[in-house]
């Protein structure tokens, strides 16, 4: 099947149902004026930064959270509804984790726990539920300038959801901002842009096998999307990441601005150089995942901040429009 007979069966299914992890209302970073962001699970790369590992994987998941079980002895309700029993892992008398490869996914076990000690990441919403949360804050839009954002995990990997539901917001007079790494077919672009009014992606490293190492893939799919995406006169803001040791270089950081300024022709509203947060450690314990980013929590926070505004500084000499951190006035 192609991708337009895809879409076109797509386009009758009007139960299409997306797995969100999070709806986060009133927000102001990631586009302008106040705005919904609307969280996709699912990523194709694994940034090893990564403060949303719920947000890895297209499945729902159980999330652990042992500090907060009441006791086996005095609930076990999670045992009792799980198909597969041996999947909860009792120690000291408190549910640790789960055996995720017997796990079936069923999400039993988190329904019925009165104390939230296992979670759901992630839900299942139709469309229509999702723009009622969205519609119940449109004079806030009209207000501010501000609107929807669409961001995960990367909403691409659902992305025939997301046609759907910025389909919704266009016909309701929205604004649409769509959060993407762009590691996904270029193609998709042609059928999801039409209805996004702003881009906003990241260059990770300008070095495809330190991106690689770092993100899992190489850099050529997202760097060609980006370019597309500037032909396409997409209004777009990019942004940095930027990690101690990981991409914090001043050769790294020169080689991004001389990418803007050749191949994008510095057509962007914003270039945003982010600092590097110690984020979500407690959410990789609740899925049985390690923290990968120790190391770079050694680094004082005062001083990941002057670098940033020293990189920032470094890119305006290119006449890069960088700055440090984001803004929603754009």
Known sequence: ?????????????????????????????????????????GCPLRCKWCSNPESLNTEREVGVYSERCIGFDKCGYCVAVCPE???ILIQDNTVWQVDREKCTGCLKCAESCPANALISWGRNMSVAEVMAIIEADRDFYEK????????????LMQWE?????????????IHTCLESSLHYRSEV???????????????KHMNADIHKTYTGAGNELVLDNIKK????????????PIVPGVNDSEENVRATAEFIVNDLQNRMLQVQLLPYRPLGEEKYHSLGMVYPMQ???????????????YLADIMQAYGVPAQAGTTNRI
């Open 229 to 240: 995406t500037v032909a396409m006169n997409k209004p777009l803001i990019l942004r940095v």
């Open 144 to 155: 501010s300038g501000g609107g929807v954002t669409l961001s995960g995990g990367d909403v």
């Open 1 to 41: 099947m192609t991708l337009l007979e895809e879409v076109n069966c797509l386009l009758t299914e009007l139960d299409i149902k997306g797995v969100i992890f999070n709806i986060q209302r009133y927000t102001i970073h990631d586009g302008p004026g106040i705005r919904t962001e609307v969280f996709f699970k």
């Open 161 to 173: 959801f997301a046609l759907q539901l910025l389909k919704q917001c266009k016909k309701s007079g």
């Open 85 to 87: 029993p041996e999947t």
């Open 295 to 309: 190391d770079a929590n050694s680094v004082e926070r005062k001083i990941r901040e002057e670098k940033i505004l």
């Open 189 to 203: 672009l042609d059928f999801i842009y039409p209805f996004v009014d702003l881009i906003i992606t990241d260059i």
